[in-house]
């Protein structure tokens, strides 16, 4: 598919979500369950780095694979890329498909099952990326609410201690 058409396509469908608002669902939604996007049509200079600078922007990226020619290891001028999480791909999506990178139109968009290839140099990256389960979630925001209030435990504290100096 040519990537202009590709753009133009998300960009209609875009389109009429904002002007249909009819609750539906949005058409991100088939991707819930994958952080993986696909980036497409950048130039062959790019590196793995240049390419997280950009897209890091929108979330935190947790894995890259930059497609390389088996022989000369040069870019192949694309690749994929997993958040940590999956709404920011939608930012990535929305917001990255099309625009432009040393004058080349590149192509951002969904994947829905993604695996990294498994290789005899692994460096200990994530093989898969995936959204986090709602109890870890859950955990997280336990954890930090816990800090917060010892945070605050301590400060109280602190201000006490200042009263007594006066």
């Not at 990256?125 to 336990?142: H, V």
Request: hydrophobic share 30%.
């Amino acid at each position: 598919m040519n990537p202009l058409t590709n753009m133009k396509n998300v960009i209609k469908l875009s389109e009429l979500e904002l002007n249909n608002a009819s609750g539906k669902a949005s058409w991100h939604d088939m991707y819930k369950d994958s952080a993986w996007i696909f980036v497409g049509g950048f130039p062959y200079t790019l590196t793995e780095g240049d390419l997280i600078c950009v897209f890091s922007q929108y979330g935190e990226i947790v894995n890259i694979h930059l497609v390389r020619d088996k022989d000369t290891g040069k870019s192949k001028g694309f690749c994929f890329i997993c958040y940590e999480d999956t709404r920011s791909t939608i930012l990535a999506v929305d917001n990255l498909n099309g625009i432009k990178i040393l004058n080349r139109a590149i192509r951002v968009d969904h994947v829905l099952d993604y695996k990294p290839p498994k290789d005899d140099k692994s460096d200990g990256t994530l093989e898969t990326c995936a959204p986090l389960p709602q109890i870890y979630a859950g955990n997280i925001k336990g954890e930090k609410e816990k800090k917060s209030s010892s945070s605050s435990s301590s400060t109280a504290s602190s201000s006490s201690d200042r009263k007594r100096r006066k």
